[in-house]
């Protein structure tokens, strides 16, 4: 019995250690492969880069789906959208392009506030999800922290 507790210890002690290094602050430390903002989602990573368009076209909004250890995931049959908030909503349909990025475009603002929901369903599977701040600064965010 002292034995399989000390089994439950360790093992929860392992999967902390595991969850801790890939929250979203460790993650903001990590430089990521396609220059965007990388998520934990699920088993995944997900790697949210938005390319702003000029005045009279949609943005580019791209996802690199890896492991945890950054070897890319197939997307091929995945589906997904990108759920832009950004003075307003917008919902940008992501298709399969290459291996393991996921592709889309449309029209929303992109201003340090955008958040992003990132949704991705890899063939057969259910989807996972995540939440992305891309445009957001830690200066911006320390800075806001002072005005309340």
Do not use: C, W
Request: net charge positive; no cysteine.
């Amino acid at each position: 019995m002292k034995l399989l507790k000390l089994f439950v210890v360790a093992l929860s002690i392992g999967a902390a250690g595991v969850a801790a290094a890939h929250s979203n602050d460790y993650l903001d430390t990590v430089q990521a492969p396609n220059g965007g903002q990388l998520r934990m989602a699920g088993g995944y990573h997900y790697e949210l880069v938005i390319k702003p368009a000029g005045k009279d076209s949609a943005n580019e909004v791209l996802v690199y789906v890896t492991d945890h250890a950054g070897k890319e995931i197939s997307v091929a049959g995945a589906t997904g959208t990108a759920t832009i908030l950004s003075n307003g909503k917008a919902t940008v349909q992501l298709k399969p392009e290459g291996k393991n990025l996921m592709k889309g475009a449309g029209n929303f603002a992109t201003s340090p506030n955008l958040k992003a929901v990132v949704s991705i369903g890899l063939a057969g599977q259910q989807p996972e999800q995540a939440r992305f701040t891309p445009f957001a600064t830690k200066l911006a965010e320390s800075d806001h922290m002072h005005h309340h």
